[in-house]
C-alpha cells in the first residue's frame, strides 16, 4: 500500500483544501501566539529578579548581598537553558529580547555609578532603582507582539 491509500485526504479533491488552509493558518497562530508567550515570560522573570538584585545590592548585609548575587547567577543560568529549550522563536523575539538587555544593562549601570558613589546608604534610593532598572524588561514585554509575525 502507498501513503495515497492510506491516507484518504489525497482523495479529497480540491474542496477541501480551504479546509487544510484555514487549520494551518490557525496552528501557525497558535505557535506564533506560544512563541511569544515565552518571551514576555521570559523578560517579565528578568524584571522581579532585576528588583531583587538592585534591592539586595542596597542592603547593608554583606551575606544577604552574596546570597543575592547567587541566586541571580543561578538564575541567570536557569534563564538561558530556558529560553534555549523554547523550540520556537518569534521572528522579532531575539531582537526584542536583546534591546531590552542593552537598556537594562545601561540602567543597571547607571544605578551602580549613582548607588556605589553617593546613596549607598538610603533604601529609597535602592527601591527606585531596581524599578529603575526593570522599566525596559517589563516595556518590552509589555508591547503587543506583531499581527503578522513568523516563528523562526
Known amino acids: 500500500m502507498t501513503t495515497s491509500e492510506n491516507d484518504d485526504s489525497y482523495d479529497r479533491g480540491p474542496e477541501h483544501a480551504m479546509d487544510d488552509l484555514g487549520t494551518a493558518a490557525r496552528s501557525a497562530d497558535r505557535a506564533r501566539a506560544g512563541s511569544w508567550r515565552w518571551v514576555r515570560i521570559y523578560l517579565l522573570v528578568w524584571a522581579l529578579a532585576s528588583i531583587g538584585l538592585v534591592i539586595g545590592l542596597g542592603l547593608d548585609d554583606k551575606a544577604v548581598t552574596i546570597s543575592i548575587l547567587l541566586a ?5 543560568l536557569v534563564g538561558g537553558i530556558w529560553s534555549r529549550s523554547r523550540g ?6 531575539a531582537r526584542r529580547i536583546g ?4 537598556l537594562w544593562a545601561a540602567c543597571y549601570a547607571i544605578v551602580l555609578a549613582v548607588g556605589v558613589t553617593r546613596q549607598s546608604q538610603t533604601s529609597g534610593f535602592w527601591i527606585a532603582a531596581a524599578v529603575f532598572t526593570a522599566i525596559p524588561l517589563v516595556v518590552a514585554a509589555l508591547i503587543p507582539a506583531p499581527k503578522a509575525a513568523d516563528v523562526s
Not at 72 to 76: G, K
Not at 88 to 93: H, I, V
Not at 99 to 102: K, N, V
Request: aromatic share 6%; proline share 7%; hydrophobic share 45%.
Open 72 to 76: 541571580w547567577v543561578i538564575l541567570s
Open 88 to 93: 520556537l522563536t518569534p521572528r522579532g523575539g
Open 99 to 102: 534591546r531590552a538587555a542593552g
